[in-house]
């Protein structure tokens, strides 16, 4: 109470935690490292990623992007290739610890 009245404000100890979290994730060597591995993606590959992990279909992504389905198929593959993850999901992972959005 003495710090509330003194103007500073308080917060509650879960908020606070997920905050601390979630600035401290973005520093942590597996952001560092997912960026590594999305930085070897050629720029249509990064752009493809992206729409990816937003949970477009292939279909979107083409339409999106002004290609055919088997292109977006294509870049997808060698998207899960490049970064050595199995499916979409894990590729979707690595995405969102790096900070593409």
Not at 65 to 86: C, F
């Given at each position: 109470?003495?710090?509330?009245?003194?103007?500073?404000?308080?917060?509650?100890?879960?908020?606070?935690?997920?905050?601390?979290?979630?600035?401290?994730?973005?520093?942590?060597?597996?952001?560092?490292?997912?960026?590594?591995?999305?930085?070897?993606?050629?720029?249509?590959?990064?752009?493809?990623?992206?729409?990816?992990?937003?949970?477009?279909?292939?279909?979107?992504?083409?339409?999106?992007?002004?290609m055919r389905e088997s292109?977006?198929?294509?870049h997808a593959s060698r998207?899960?290739?490049?970064?050595?993850?199995?499916?979409?999901?894990?590729?979707?992972?690595?995405?969102?610890?790096?900070?593409?959005?």
């Amino acid at each position: 109470m003495h710090l509330v009245a003194a103007g500073s404000a308080m917060r509650h100890p879960s908020a606070a935690r997920r905050l601390i979290d979630r600035y401290h994730r973005a520093g942590q060597p597996q952001a560092t490292a997912a960026r590594t591995r999305i930085e070897r993606l050629t720029p249509r590959e990064r752009d493809v990623l992206t729409l990816l992990a937003r949970g477009d279909t292939n279909a979107d992504i083409a339409a999106r992007l002004g290609m055919r389905e088997s292109t977006v198929k294509a870049h997808a593959s060698r998207i899960l290739a490049t970064l050595d993850v199995t499916n979409r999901v894990q590729a979707t992972l690595l995405a969102r610890d790096a900070g593409l959005n």
